[in-house]
Structure formats: structure tokens, C-alpha cells
């Protein structure tokens, strides 16, 4: 019987790693380098057939090796993928990770440790509570020595699971209570009407958001409508104009209604490390869970989101007890229990790429990425505002730029986006706004320059039908 494949893990696993990540880093490169832009051109049925080509048969009966294998996928993932570290890539709040947290990430995926029980993650648990708590207190402040409830955070796949689990304890935490009643703005994200779809919870109230933002006076309104338990949900950071909702405000009319708030932070929680920008967030602190998400304003490879609590006493309606990995009489003789920091079982400790990079830059260089990326958008805006062929939907809050060429029908903005996606040339969102469509640019790369926006603006020009 032939020797089976090397490992990724142990003393070994270095060393047979190591000629496989030459074969994939430059699979990458020349992947990248036949795509020559931002995204491949021609549209779903070319690069469908484009990597059937490539790929071959995916299941054959007598395998390539490792080195085919690897070049070939590696390489037709590359040439056919939307890479956000492209300039031109500016579509979605999905953003080019940092090498060095893909290198964290690596050296996750070679230890393979599981999170649901400390006997397969001893330091992995470890390091997840010292880097959530941290980040817990990022967001509530330091509560030590106060009279105030101690906070915590956990990991999730994203906003989406985040937001979910928001909702999750807000139902036990108001059980035998009735229903709770989830309130949010028109411009939430879709995970939470999702969520309470889930949960068996009734259909959520949408109050008004004329300016893109919650209106403090209509949700004073409905709060005074509404009876039993109530959940407001505000957005730090819209999907479609990453606004963000009056906070603090929205906070006091949560007391005064005795409403509990969760705020949807995932896109704008990143502006807790800027010194500057911080101040948008005033009022975060007040919510009794808050969503947020690094591999948006945080440069992580997906996933990266996390739910922070304000009382972690909250997490007690997660306990689960399963005797093979959270025995009582192993809990008592002291190893940790991991049930109750997740709804998963098996799931990745994603938060190593997150200590790295949170180790490597500090709150100093995330800041300054951050203001980059919003210094950025605000110079676009400016760009745009002026430019005769233009219209700008508002001066950006974080890093999204909405904008439309001057009187075009919304046909031709859809037109538009999609000529450039098909021809390879551009990726820009879309978002439906005042009545009208808007094209979306979502800078979350710390490399683009203004050049390269200025050459965004030419490209819609020329796209735009006469």
C-alpha cells in the first residue's frame, strides 16, 4: 500500500507545506495576471465555460497529484475571480484581507482546531476569550471596578449569524413575556426581518427613514403603539449608504419606552479605532448587543463578525450540555466550557487571523486604515461633486460613495453596471435610493488612488448610453 499524503499539522507539516504554497502563490499570481483587471470578462456563461475548461473533470477516477492539481484550480479561481484587492473592485463591503491576516489563516487552517470543546482547542479557547473580551470592551468601555454589568463577545460567520443570535437573546430574554416585537429603520440590513422569520417571531415594524436614517420621531411613535416586549435594531453603517443612525438618541428613547436596543454595527464598528471618527459611534455603548464584522472595516479574510454583549450574564441562554464534549463532572474539575459561545459545534478559530492583526498593527494602524479608506471616499465625493456629468447622492459618513451620471434613467444605471461587469473592467453596486438608482462605490482598499477613481469615472462616461 503506498505511503497516504503528508499532513498539514505536527513537525511535519511545515515541511510539506512548504513547496505546495510555492505551487499556489504563483498559481495566484498567474491567475491574476491572465484576468488582467478587476474581474474576468464576458459575463457568467464565458467564465463558466472558462473554468470547466480549466478545471476538467472534477472527480477523476486517477488523481493529478498535489501539484496539478493546485496549479490548475488555484489558478482558474484566480483568473475567474472578483478580487477586491483591484482598485476597480468596488461593489460590496467586501474587502482585501491583509497578508498577514491570510497567514494567520493559514496556520489555522494547518492546526485544524475545533471550538467546541477546549481537549481540541487548548490555546485556540484561550486566545478567543483574551481577543473577544478585548474587543468587548472596545465597544461597552472599561468596566472594571464599576457597578455595571461585565460585557463579552462572541465569534461569528458575520453580520448575518451575528444579528441572529442578537434577536436569539433578546427572545429568552423576554421569555414568558409574549412575543417580542422587532423594530427597525427602512434601511436595515435584510438579516434581520430574516432573523425574526427564523425565530418564529412576528413580522418586524419599518419605521420611516426619510434622510437614510431612522427617524427619532416616528420611532417615538411606534414605540408608544406597540405593546409588549420590544427590540429596536438601529445600523451603524447601512449596506446601501453606510449611514449611521442617530445612536444616542435612539437610546434614549429605548429607555424611555423600556425597549432593549441591538445595534447593526458590522460595516461601521470599524470607526471605534479611529481617534477622529469614534465620536459618529457615541451612544453604542448603550445597546445591549452590538453586531460587528472585521472582515469589512477590519481587512480579515471572511468570516470575522462578532456579537458583543453588554452583560454576559445574557449568554446564559445559550448553555447547551452534550456529555461528550462538556461533561458536568469536566466542567467542575475545570476545563472550559465552549458550548455556550456559539450556536455551532465544529467551527474554525477564526479568531487567530483577528489577534494577529489586531497584535501586528494595534488600534493605531487599524485607525489609520480606516481613515484612509473614509478620507478616501470623502476626496471621491468631492471629485464627483464637482464634476458637471455627475450627480452625488451626499457627502459619504464612511467609506461608500453613491453617485449617478446627470439625468440618465435608472435603465441606464443598471445598463451601466452591468456593461462594465461583463467587459471585466469595473464591479460597482447598485442601491435604490430617493426613488432613483444609484451606482455604489465601496472603497475598503487602503492601496487605491485617486487616479484609479478618476479612471472609475471614465469608464462610466463612456458606458453611459447616448
Known sequence: ????????????????????????????????????????????????????????????????????????????????????????????????PLALATAADLAASALNPSMDSWDQAPAASALEALVTDALAHEVYGDTSGADRPRPAALVTTGGTEANQLALLLAREAHAGGGPVQLVTGAGAHHSLPRAAWLLGLPDPVTVPAPTGTLDPAALDEALTDLPGPKLVAATAGTTDAGLIDPLDEIADLCDRHGARLHIDAAYGAGLLFSPTRRTHLTGLDRAATVTLDLHKLGWQPVAAGLLAVRDTTDLDALTHQ???????????????????????????????????TLK???????????????????EFARTIDAHPGFDLY???????????????PDAHIAHIRR??????????????????????????NPH???????????????????
Open 1 to 96: 500500500m503506498s505511503n497516504p499524503p503528508p499532513l498539514a499539522g505536527g513537525t511535519q507539516g511545515p515541511g510539506a507545506l512548504r513547496p505546495l504554497l510555492d505551487t499556489v502563490l504563483d498559481a495566484l499570481r498567474d491567475g491574476a495576471t491572465a484576468r488582467g483587471g478587476p474581474l474576468p470578462a464576458g459575463g457568467p456563461h464565458t467564465v463558466t465555460t472558462r473554468l470547466r475548461a480549466l478545471a476538467g473533470d472534477p472527480l477523476p477516477d486517477h488523481g493529478t497529484g498535489p501539484d496539478t492539481a493546485l496549479r490548475t484550480l488555484v489558478h482558474a479561481l484566480a483568473e475567474g475571480a472578483a478580487d477586491p484587492a483591484e482598485p476597480l473592485c468596488a461593489a460590496h463591503l467586501h474587502c482585501p
Open 322 to 356: 452534550a456529555d461528550y464534549l462538556n461533561a458536568d463532572d469536566d466542567t467542575e474539575a475545570g476545563l472550559p466550557d465552549l458550548l455556550g459561545r456559539s450556536l455551532r459545534t465544529t467551527r474554525r478559530p477564526d479568531i487567530l487571523k483577528i489577534a494577529v
Open 419 to 444: 456593461t462594465l461587469l461583463t467587459q471585466g473592467r469595473a464591479v460597482l453596486g447598485r442601491a435604490h435610493l430617493d426613488g432613483k438608482l444609484w451606482l455604489k462605490a465601496t472603497l475598503l
Open 360 to 378: 501586528a498593527l494595534g488600534r493605531t494602524g487599524l485607525g489609520a486604515l480606516v481613515d484612509q479608506v473614509c478620507d478616501q471616499a470623502q
Open 448 to 466: 487605491t488612488q485617486q487616479g484609479d477613481l478618476a479612471q472609475l469615472l471614465k469608464l462610466v462616461e463612456g458606458s453611459t448610453p447616448r
Open 394 to 408: 451626499d457627502t459619504p459618513t464612511l467609506s461608500t460613495v453613491l453617485f449617478r451620471p446627470h439625468g440618465a
